[in-house]
């Protein structure tokens, strides 16, 4: 069955620093998303990516983050100065339908 | 705007027993709605969705769910319940237009007892 895949499963980085999150959405799919959770606490939503450019964005979402697809397989969520609070596992998510998500098994981000 | 509730933070069942899972929604139509399970440390697995149609929904495991427009619940349900279900069960609407995004509730966590 396809998956999103994302990488790194785990980042420790130091607090300011800048990180790149990696996902690689299934292949024919158009929608792409990140969400956050902090732990312990609900999966909340950051933005969806559609045709090269933001379709919607949370208030989280604030100008520290970024995202991107470089290429045609690869979509990346950039934090560009890491604060203690961004520590939180990330998933990606991608669709092909409009109604069903298909979620990566996250990336782990702690900020020291 | 959408918004999803789960009333029960933390529930306790002995293994065997049944369970249900509470969820409540907010949105301006019938939704897409989702219930998703994690395992400490992992990912979201999808357990079951409804979309249209019949209002009772298999899903995967043993879980069913049951869409009640009057009272915009979808509430999970499992009659016996295995040890291996520990873990944390989100409740989800999902929009059925513009970017189809999820709102997810803030969870249910799920301790089994022997």
């Known amino acids: 069955e396809p998956e999103v895949t994302q990488t790194p499963s785990h980042q420790v980085t130091q607090m300011g620093q800048e990180v790149i999150l990696r996902c690689v959405p299934i292949?024919?799919?158009?929608?792409f998303y990140w969400y956050r959770q902090i732990l312990g606490q609900k999966v909340e939503f950051l933005v969806s990516f559609y045709n090269n450019e933001i379709s919607e964005k949370s208030e989280i979402f604030d100008d520290q983050f970024s995202v991107e697809r470089p290429d045609g397989s690869n979509f990346t969520l950039k934090i560009r100065s890491t604060k203690l609070e961004d520590s939180a596992m990330y998933f990606c998510?991608?669709?092909?339908?409009?109604?069903?998500?298909?979620f990566g098994a996250g990336s782990r981000l702690t900020v020291l | 705007a959408q918004s999803v509730t789960q009333p029960d933070i933390h529930i306790t069942v002995s293994e065997g027993a049944s369970l249900e899972l509470r969820c409540n929604y907010s949105?301006?139509?019938?939704?897409?709605l989702f219930w998703y399970v994690q395992s400490p440390g992992q990912g979201l697995q999808l357990l079951l969705k409804?979309?249209?149609?019949?209002?009772l929904v298999q899903g995967i495991k043993g879980f069913e769910a049951e869409f009640k427009r009057s009272q915009s619940s979808f509430n999970l349900r499992k009659p016996s319940v295995h040890w291996s279900d520990a873990a944390e069960y989100f409740c989800a609407v999902g929009a059925t237009s513009g970017t189809y995004k999820y709102i997810f509730g803030t969870g249910t966590r799920l301790k089994v007892l022997a």
């Open positions: 998510a991608s669709r092909e339908s409009p109604n069903v998500l298909t």
């Open positions: 292949s024919n799919h158009l929608y």
């Open positions: 949105y301006g139509a019938t939704p897409y």
């Open positions: 409804y979309f249209s149609g019949d209002t």
